[in-house]
């Protein structure tokens, strides 16, 4: 069995999560759902996924693609339900900054502020999309205002959305920062302008990019990136918080690059696929380009060395009411994803499906 890296190594990745997310002591519930018995997907993948990731979750979805070929399980929900990936979105939007580097649209060391007119001349319009993209850009996890204090205060009350802004709106607040975190800082606010500034050179708003030049040439079928609740059907599950509460959807304008991607389990697989066949565009994202914490960093994706010297690169993501983990070692062929409909983390987990593929 191949020997991976302990879960704590993920803490690295802080995802898209903010109090809004956490236990704060202010609602109480019985505690997360259990999941039922109802399951879509092959025999050996569900019963390992069970074991590795318990019964404590509304709905699990699994992808594992290897050389000999793709499994999934759907748990407690229907085959084509589409989960919160939340931070993984980032490392779409990392592929979107390659793609948009190959097409010689920018460069990596563009200054936004040269892209956004809102940030000209301002701290932040200084950093370079590359600084976006690793994290280094000295914008903070996300904005340090009174009003998003008290967003994220009433969602950890009512389960309603902490970030309900406009891109317009976000680009003015980002505006007044002062832009000087430490470098490494994880920064959601850092994705929100870099998908904002990638739309702008377009010419499209950020879901529509994703879709035109990612979710679509991969082939995810039914992916998508909604903006407002409106967006949402029947197949857009709704999750619930580590108390057991069912939660509001993550689905705003600003936050969309940042975390807004819903996919099902066939739709994880084909983007494992792609990713492990180096079929996605802009792959040059994977690449690491810095540190980041132990790890190393490309255009949002991490990079971990296991303690056997292989390579995995990968992303996770947390919302108020679902958790994700993808996974994929490139010179093995070997890749997983797993999410959760309850917010509670799932990279342990996720980790061990990658070390325990071979069972399939």
């Known amino acids: 069995m191949p020997s991976l890296p302990l879960p704590a190594r993920s803490s690295t990745v802080v995802a898209l999560v903010t109090?809004?997310?956490?236990?704060?002591?202010?609602?109480?519930?019985?505690?997360?759902?259990?999941?039922?018995?109802?399951?879509?997907?092959?025999?050996?993948?569900?019963?390992?996924?069970?074991?590795?990731?318990?019964?404590?979750?509304?709905?699990?979805?699994?992808?594992?693609?290897?050389?000999?070929?793709?499994?999934?399980?759907?748990?407690?929900?229907?085959?084509?339900?589409?989960?919160?990936?939340?931070?993984?979105?980032?490392?779409?939007?990392?592929?979107?900054?390659?793609?948009a580097i190959d097409r010689g649209e920018v460069t990596a060391d563009t200054r936004v502020g040269t892209l956004l007119d809102q940030l000209e001349g301002t701290p932040a319009g200084e950093a370079t999309l590359a600084e976006l993209a690793t994290h280094t850009s000295g914008l903070p996890p996300q904005i340090p205002s009174r009003r998003q204090y008290l967003l994220n205060l009433w969602a950890s009350w009512t389960g309603s959305f902490p970030y309900p802004s406009s891109t317009e709106d976000r680009l003015a607040e980002v505006a007044e920062l002062a832009a000087d975190s430490e470098p490494g800082t994880y920064s959601n606010v850092a994705f929100e302008v870099l998908g904002a500034a990638l739309g702008e050179v377009a010419g499209q708003d950020y879901p529509e990019l994703a879709r035109d030049r990612v979710l679509a040439p991969v082939g995810l079928a039914d992916a998508h990136i909604p903006t407002s609740p409106a967006e949402?059907?029947?197949?857009?599950?709704?999750?619930?918080?580590?108390?057991?509460?069912?939660?509001?959807?993550?689905?705003?304008?600003?936050?969309?690059?940042?975390?807004?991607?819903?996919?099902?389990?066939?739709?994880?697989?084909?983007?494992?696929?792609?990713?492990?066949?180096?079929?996605?565009?802009?792959?040059?994202?994977?690449?690491?380009?810095?540190?980041?914490?132990?790890?190393?960093?490309?255009?949002?994706?991490?990079?971990?060395?296991?303690?056997?010297?292989?390579?995995?690169?990968?992303?996770?993501?947390?919302?108020?009411?679902?958790?994700?983990?993808?996974?994929?070692?490139?010179?093995?062929?070997?890749?997983?994803?797993?999410?959760?409909?309850?917010?509670?983390?799932?990279?342990a987990a996720g980790w061990e499906l990658l070390a325990r593929s071979g069972e399939l």
């Open 19 to 99: 109090t809004a997310a956490l236990s704060i002591g202010i609602h109480t519930a019985p505690g997360p759902s259990q999941l039922p018995e109802d399951a879509h997907g092959g025999r050996e993948l569900t019963d390992l996924v069970l074991e590795i990731a318990g019964e404590d979750h509304r709905a699990l979805a699994a992808a594992v693609v290897t050389p000999e070929g793709r499994h999934t399980t759907v748990i407690g929900t229907d085959h084509d339900s589409r989960f919160e990936a939340g931070s993984i979105t980032k490392g779409i939007t990392g592929l979107l900054l390659a793609d």
């Open 232 to 347: 949402l059907d029947r197949r857009d599950l709704l999750g619930e918080d580590a108390s057991g509460r069912t939660v509001a959807a993550w689905a705003g304008e600003s936050m969309a690059p940042a975390g807004g991607l819903r996919i099902h389990a066939d739709d994880l697989a084909v983007l494992l696929s792609a990713l492990l066949d180096g079929t996605a565009p802009g792959m040059d994202a994977l690449e690491p380009r810095g540190e980041l914490g132990p790890d190393r960093i490309g255009w949002a994706w991490i990079t971990t060395e296991t303690e056997d010297g292989r390579q995995v690169v990968w992303h996770n993501g947390h919302t108020s009411g679902f958790a994700a983990f993808l996974g994929v070692d490139r010179e093995a062929g070997t890749g997983v994803a797993l999410v959760s409909a309850t917010g509670q983390w799932v990279d």
